[in-house]
């Protein structure tokens, strides 16, 4: 399976981007994390039957997928300064494991960065 993920970009405080990450192949799970410059990379969001959202995102962002066309998509609303990472997509096509953590996930995009400027 290989991922194309696109869609980041440079924007103010309280502004918007959208993510989109397209799947070749036959997926379970598909999940975003982001790395900080200087820290660990870190679960954002996540889709299996039913979305999963980190603490620090919860009612800003949403995570979608549309099965047809085997692509998913973070919508990032009210983003702000420390939304600011390279955001990698990640996926699975077996479902074992809780998809917040990384042993969850077989294969990884190249990260699209998101600047927030405040």
């Known amino acids: 399976v290989q991922l194309q993920a696109s869609g980041g970009g440079l924007v103010q405080t309280g502004g918007y981007l959208k993510l989109s990450c397209a799947a070749s192949g036959r997926t379970t799970t598909m999940g975003w994390f982001r790395q900080a410059p200087g820290k660990e990379r870190e679960f954002v969001a996540a889709f299996r039957w039913t979305p999963y959202y980190a603490d620090s995102v919860k009612g800003r962002f949403t995570i979608s997928r549309n099965n047809a066309k085997n692509t998913m998509y973070l919508q990032m609303n009210s983003l702000k300064p420390e939304d600011t990472a390279v955001y990698y997509c990640?996926?699975?096509?077996?479902?074992?494991?809780?998809?917040?953590?990384?042993?969850?996930?077989?294969?990884w995009g190249q990260g699209t960065l998101v600047t927030v400027s405040s």
């Open positions: 990640a996926a699975s096509p077996y479902g074992s494991h809780w998809p917040g953590t990384f042993n969850e996930y077989d294969y």
